[in-house]
């Protein structure tokens, strides 16, 4: 059967430094856990490296590559959403947790050919999308405006990044946080909401969308926290990811649990099956 339409659940005001408290709250729940969060990190830190060493000397495939992987990064941890979740609920967060999640999302759907089924999936295309338009218009950019042709990453530290005399790197990293502020506010809630509830991806982009616009500050702050430590991780040689990706996916559902109310909408998987206190907020 169809799911039944909902309105959008109701958005919590929070203090501005409340995304310090989820990197908090992540810690612990990494430490609960134990290797299987690490090994999330460890995972895309090592696709990462694959990445960097099949485009290391093309650099629009490289600027590519990682631009989607990093823009998918909300997909790719929704495992690390299940796991914070089974602890919250009580339940043992093992491997099985992180099986479940992968292999059978299905089970929870009665009607396969609704859009509900694959709601999950249409939003990791969405932001695959959203990241090819960015490689493809921050290639157009540089290439009419760079002074030279612009080969490798060399070539674009070298006449973008330290230019002396241009204004295009700050171009581009204007171009680049008008292009990255949609697909923040598209996100930070909805992959949590979409495996917690059963929404449609519409609820939860403009469920997320809405959560940015009654917590401006705080939403900003946490904006700045996810793209430090990213840079922190990929500075390192790609070995931060290690920690910085179980920290960020953990520190999301405790995001999503404060932010959104979402008590009102049908859990994604089976009552049945569901603990108690999983409505409670």
């Known amino acids: 059967m169809p799911p039944t339409a909902h309105p959008l659940p109701g958005i919590r005001n929070i203090s501005p ?21 690490f090994a999330h990190g460890l995972a895309l830190a090592v696709v990462g490296a694959a990445i960097v060493a099949i485009a290391h000397q093309k650099f629009w495939l490289l600027a590519g590559a990682l631009s989607g992987f990093l823009v998918v990064a909300p997909v790719l941890a929704t495992s690390l959403y299940a796991l914070s979740r089974a602890l919250e609920h009580g ?9 479940r999640t992968w292999l059978n999302w299905q089970s929870s759907h009665f009607n396969k050919w609704g859009n509900d089924y694959w709601c999950m999936v249409q939003f990791g295309a969405l ?17 009419l405006l ?22 295009l790197f700050e171009l581009w990293l204007a171009m680049g946080g008008v292009m990255a502020a949609p697909m923040f506010a598209s996100s930070v809630v909805s992959m ?33 926290l996810i793209m430090g430590f990213t840079l922190l991780g990929l500075g390192s040689l790609l070995l931060g990811l290690v920690v910085v990706i179980p920290m960020l996916g953990h520190a999301s559902w405790h995001a999503y649990r404060d932010l959104v109310d979402a008590s009102k909408l049908p859990l994604r998987e089976p009552v049945a099956t569901a603990a108690p206190s999983s409505g409670a907020r």
């Open 17 to 37: 430094l409340r995304p310090l408290v989820w990197l908090v709250l992540a810690w612990r729940d990494m430490t609960r856990v134990g290797w299987i969060s």
């Open 91 to 99: 339940e043992k967060a093992d491997i099985q947790v992180v099986l």
């Open 127 to 143: 932001l695959a999308l959203a990241a090819t338009g960015w490689v493809l218009t921050s290639a157009a950019l540089i290439t």
């Open 146 to 167: 760079a002074p030279v042709p612009i080969l490798s990453p060399l070539d674009f530290v070298h006449h973008v990044v330290l230019a002396q005399d241009g204004w």
């Open 192 to 224: 949590p909401l979409l495996l917690d509830r059963r929404v449609t991806l519409l609820q939860a982009v403009l469920t997320s969308w809405q959560t940015v616009l009654v917590n401006p500050i705080p939403m900003a702050l946490w904006a700045a």
